[in-house]
Nanobody, 125 residues
Framework: QVQLVESGGGLVLPGGSRRLSCAASGRTFSTYAVGWFRQAPGKDREFVAV????????SSADSVKGRFAISRDNAKNTVYLQMNSLKPEDTAVYYC??????????????????WGQGTLVTVSS
C-alpha cells in the first residue's frame, strides 16, 4: 500500500494560483488512481479531481473545471494539482487520495483506500 504526503498549501490571493503536490512512497504508485478531495470548515469532504493510473484519463468536479488541472509523474511517484483563478470558496483542507480503481467523477470519500494528511489552502485578501 502507498503512503501519501501533500505539500504546497498556504495563503493565496483571490485570482491567484497554487500548485499542490502529493508524493507517494512505495513501488506500487503506478497501480493506483490518485486524486484530490477537499473539506471546507463545516462542510462535507468533496471530490475535486482524479487521474487514472497511467495518466491517460482525468476527471474533475464542475466547481473547478477549467480552473484546476491534475497531472502525475509516475517516475517521481508524484501527483500535482495546479489551481488557477482561485476563489475564496476554494478555501479548504485539500487531501490526496488513492484507490486501485479509477472511478472518475463518481469517486466518493467512502471509496478511498489511502488518504494523505491534508494541506490547507486559504484564499483571501
Amino acid at each position: 500500500q502507498v503512503q501519501l504526503v501533500e505539500s504546497g498549501g498556504g495563503l493565496v490571493l483571490p485570482g491567484g494560483s497554487r500548485r499542490l503536490s502529493c508524493a507517494a512512497s512505495g513501488r506500487t504508485f503506478s497501480t493506483y488512481a490518485v486524486g484530490w478531495f477537499r473539506q471546507a470548515p463545516g462542510k462535507d469532504r468533496e471530490f475535486v479531481a482524479v487521474i487514472s493510473r497511467s495518466g491517460a484519463s482525468t476527471s474533475s468536479a464542475d466547481s473547478v473545471k477549467g480552473r484546476f488541472a491534475i497531472s502525475r509523474d509516475n517516475a517521481k511517484n508524484t501527483v500535482y494539482l495546479q489551481m488557477n483563478s482561485l476563489k475564496p470558496e476554494d478555501t479548504a483542507v485539500y487531501y490526496c487520495a488513492a484507490h486501485p480503481v479509477y472511478y472518475g467523477r463518481n469517486w466518493s470519500p467512502a471509496s478511498v483506500e489511502v488518504w494523505g494528511q491534508g494541506t490547507l489552502v486559504t484564499v483571501s485578501s
